[in-house]
Nanobody, 117 residues
Framework: QVQLVESGGGLVQAGESLTLSCTIS??????MGWYRQAPGKQRELVAS???????NYADSVKGRFSISRDSAKTTATLQMNSLKPADTAVYTC?????????????WGKGTQVTVSS
């Protein structure tokens, strides 16, 4: 059974850094991404890394956040620098796993990131 476990959330002050990790068990991932949702706002894609290691970032985090993966494709890490209060949200990891040619998406439970001013 495929499961995602996130870690690394917490409370920091503006300008500080946090590192989020997402580890998949039961399979390697083809692609992995981080979404976030703040109270009263829609969920948005923050960053993703694809099969060919191509990365994608929301405009609001470009230059501050960086996503990477390990060689086994079981863990993706989101390095968040120069955090702002606007980055406060629940961050949720999602992974795409290929079974044959069929993609399956899995979600973690989410981890809270709070940035104080």
């Amino acid at each position: 059974q495929v499961q995602l476990v996130e870690s690394g959330g917490g409370l920091v002050q503006a300008g500080e850094s946090l590192t989020l990790s997402c580890t998949i068990s039961g399979s390697a991932f083809t692609a992995m991404g981080w979404y976030r949702q703040a109270p009263g706002k829609q969920r948005e894609l923050v960053a993703s890394i694809g099969r060919d290691d191509r990365t994608n970032y929301a405009d609001s985090v470009k230059g501050r956040f960086s996503i990477s993966r390990d060689s086994a494709k079981t863990t993706a890490t989101l390095q968040m620098n120069s955090l702002k209060p606007a980055d406060t949200a629940v961050y949720t990891c999602t992974a795409t796993v290929l079974r044959g040619r069929e993609p399956y998406n899995y979600w973690g439970k989410g981890t809270q990131v709070t940035v104080s001013s």
